[in-house]
Every structure is written in structure tokens, then in C-alpha cells.
């Protein structure tokens, strides 16, 4: 028996559910890549990001995902040599790490928990250690999608500044931006990066950089540019090498009505909807969670982002016939746990174009998978979710 027939749900933390709007907008046929009307495309696309990243810096788009905008942010700021630190909180930040590492940069990490959020009083203590300044810039993730952590970047912005340390400060927004607040220029933050697929509602395949005055200067002394990421060749006139070849303009097109849809709906109202859907899940879980199955891979309440819960599996109860439930009789798939809660975890994704029922369905299907699966927990996680919302969103 399932009950799957009917539109299928991804409740993974990126790719998101992309609008119609979104799709639609990149069904057309390709324009002069010289002339006309993609150059205003770019230059309005550029002047959004500017606005959506809360910066005066520049910005730069790629056609790449958010691994290739971890790669042009480190080629276009470093040398050959220089040492960056890396504060562990997941999975992503390490993975950035492990790609300065290739580059022949030296790397340290600030050793972190899978857990909880990155400690900045240890940051501090770390670099007050760096007593020669040989830490060249700190790499950070604001929100990291497989602990489901967020992560304080002002209070990691305050302890760089306390230890008096000059390093550049370069922040994955990836799972972060449009989804919770992230002020570039308000923070101290030099080098931000994104990607299409996840707050922003696009398809996969773009991504991009917003670069501060600090970051600006070290790319004029950085030695490991290279050609396709350069940021110099990148801010000239010529449009064709804003790109650095052909413009991935369909893509753009479905950017242009990204951007529109975000700032049609409004950064804070975006953020507060994030809030308060991410506030249900929570809801859900705390309630579930009494029953013994499952808990909140992150323990302290105020650091599980409002991207994505990671819900740790307890001892003795696989995620995956959850999982499998799930996708198979009621066509909702969740996120896996990766990195280290590969086969420990499952993870609700509650990020970009989602409202009450698409969560609430969510939220549904789960708890009829705990129940028909005979998984101990308390039942009411959705019942819990409708009076948060039924609070947070009156008449
Ligand atoms: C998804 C994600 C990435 C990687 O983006 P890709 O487009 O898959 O390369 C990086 N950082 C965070 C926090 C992410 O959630």
C-alpha cells in the first residue's frame, strides 16, 4: 500500500523546491551574448546580489555551484603558502579547508563539535597564538547544512577584533543567505560566498561572491589567481569576461526572477517566515523527541538554524527505513545525515520557497513514519507545529 501518487516532495536542504516562476523565466531562446539586453541583465543582477549580501563591495557570479565559489574566493585573496584557519561545525567549513589544502595553502583548524556552534572564545584564544599574523584569513560557515548548526558570525567577527588579528574574515552563506539575517558590511565580513540552489530557490549551477574593500587589497597582492575566477578580469568592461566565456544566460534569467521574487517578498519578512516555519519543525522534533527514537543533533537550542533540523537517530534506530517510508509511500524525501552522521541521522530541510502546508505536510508524513514504523517517540509533533504557528502568525 502507499499513498504516493501526487506531487512529489524534496525536503532536502539543496537543491530546493524551485518556484514555476523560476523554471519558467529560463524557458527561452538564447540572446547576443555582445550586445542588447543581457548586459543591463548582469549589471541589475550584480546591484541586487549587492543588496541581498547587505554590502558596498563587489560582486561576481559564476557558473559554478558553491564548491567553485569556495575555489575563486581562496585563489582570488591568497598566496602560495600563506596559512588559513578553518572553525570546524560540520561538514562544509573542513571541506573548504580541504580545497585551500590543494591549493597549497597551510591549514589549521579550530577544532569544533559536530554538535553545537563555533565557540569565538576559543577563536579568540587561537589567533591571540598567531602572535606573527601568519593566518591570512578565517573560514567560516554561517549556517552548516549537515550538523544543521548556525553559527554567531558578528560574535566570530568581535573575537578576530578582540585578538586584535588581522586575517580576512571569509563567510559560506550558501544555506544562510535569504533564509536568515547576514549583514556583510554591518559585520566586518570581507568575503562572502553563495550558491543558486538553496535560499535563493534557483536551479543549481550559480554561484557567487561578494568581496570587500580588505579582500579587494589582498587580491592585488594574491598569487594563486587564475584566469576563470580572477576577479580583475571579471570587474573590466568587457561583458564576455564577466563570464569568462559565454554568460550561462538562462540561468540568469531565472536569476532575474529570483532576485525580483526576493525583494518583491522582502528580506525581513523572508527571514521572519524561515522563523517561524523552522520554529514548527523544531516544535515537532522537541515533541517526537520525548518518545526516546530521536533528539536535536544540535543540543542548545539557540544555535539549530532556521535552514535545515538535523535530527539524530538514538542507538538501535536506523534512519533509514524512516527514509525509505517516507520517499517510497508518501513521495516526501528527506535529507540523509552526511559526514559523520552518515547512516545516524535524517535531516528536514525548511529553506527557500516553503509555507505552512508544504511544511506541515512534512511534518505529517514524518510522524505517520514513526508511528507506522512502531519508532518510540511522543506522538503530536504536528499537532505541536500547528499551535506555534497558530501563535506566530495570528488572525
Ligand atoms: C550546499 C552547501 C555547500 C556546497 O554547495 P554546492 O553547490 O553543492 O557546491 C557549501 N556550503 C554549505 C553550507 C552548503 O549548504
Not at 111 to 136: C, F, Q, S, V
Not at 187 to 203: C, E, P
Not at 308 to 319: C, E, H, I, R, S
Amino acid at each position: 500500500m502507499s499513498v504516493r501518487q501526487g506531487r512529489e516532495f524534496l525536503s532536502i536542504p539543496g537543491p530546493t523546491t524551485i518556484p514555476d516562476a523560476i523554471l519558467n523565466a529560463a524557458h527561452r531562446p538564447a540572446i547576443d551574448i555582445y550586445a542588447g539586453s543581457l548586459i543591463a541583465l548582469t549589471a541589475s543582477c550584480l546591484d541586487d546580489l549587492k543588496q541581498i549580501f547587505a554590502t558596498r563591495g563587489r560582486t561576481y557570479i559564476y557558473a559554478a555551484n558553491g564548491h567553485g565559489a569556495w575555489e575563486a574566493a581562496l585563489c582570488n585573496v591568497l598566496c602560495r603558502g600563506d596559512a588559513v584557519l578553518v572553525l570546524e561545525s560540520g561538514r562544509f567549513a573542513s571541506a573548504w579547508g580541504d580545497m585551500a589544502a590543494m591549493l597549497g595553502v597551510e591549514v589549521a583548524t579550530l577544532a569544533g563539535d559536530w554538535r553545537r556552534a563555533i565557540d569565538p572564545g576559543a577563536l579568540e584564544a587561537r589567533l591571540r597564538a598567531d602572535a606573527g599574523a601568519r593566518i591570512k584569513a578565517v573560514l567560516a560557515v554561517q549556517i552548516d547544512t549537515a550538523s544543521g548548526v548556525i553559527n554567531d558570525i558578528p560574535a566570530i567577527r568581535r573575537a578576530i577584533d578582540a585578538a586584535g588579528h588581522p586575517a580576512l574574515l571569509m563567510v559560506d552563506t550558501v544555506a544562510s543567505l535569504a533564509v536568515v539575517p547576514f549583514e556583510m558590511d554591518g559585520w566586518g565580513v570581507d568575503v562572502a560566498v553563495a550558491g543558486s540552489q538553496k535560499g535563493l530557490m534557483m536551479m543549481p549551477g550559480l554561484s557567487f561572491i561578494a568581496a570587500g574593500a580588505k579582500a579587494i587589497d589582498a587580491h592585488g597582492r594574491a598569487d594563486l589567481r587564475t584566469r576563470y575566477w580572477d576577479w580583475t578580469a571579471r570587474d573590466g568592461d568587457e561583458h564576455y569576461m564577466k563570464y569568462c566565456g559565454t554568460p550561462p544566460e538562462h540561468l540568469l534569467f531565472a536569476l532575474r526572477e529570483a532576485l525580483d521574487m526576493v525583494l518583491t517578498e522582502g528580506l525581513g519578512q523572508i527571514h521572519r517566515r524561515h522563523a517561524h516555519l523552522a520554529a514548527a519543525v523544531r516544535g515537532a522534533v522537541a515533541r517526537w523527541a520525548e518518545g526516546g527514537a530521536l533528539a536535536f543533533n544540535i543540543r542548545a537550542a539557540e544555535e539549530r538554524s532556521n535552514a535545515v533540523t538535523t535530527v539524530l537517530m538514538n542507538d538501535g534506530f536506523p534512519p533509514d527505513p524512516l527514509l525509505a517510508y517516507c520517499r517510497d509511500k508518501c513521495a516526501v524525501t528527506l535529507g540523509i545525515g552526511i559526514g559523520d552522521l552518515n547512516g545516524r541521522a535524517f535531516r528536514i530541510a525548511h529553506m527557500g520557497y516553503v509555507n505552512a502546508p508544504m511544511i506541515l505536510g512534512t511534518l505529517g508524513v514524518v510522524e505517520m513514519a514513526l508511528a507506522a514504523l512502531d519508532l518510540p517517540h511522543e506522538p503530536g509533533g504536528v499537532q505541536a507545529a500547528v499551535d506555534v504557528l497558530a501563535r506566530s502568525v495570528p488572525a
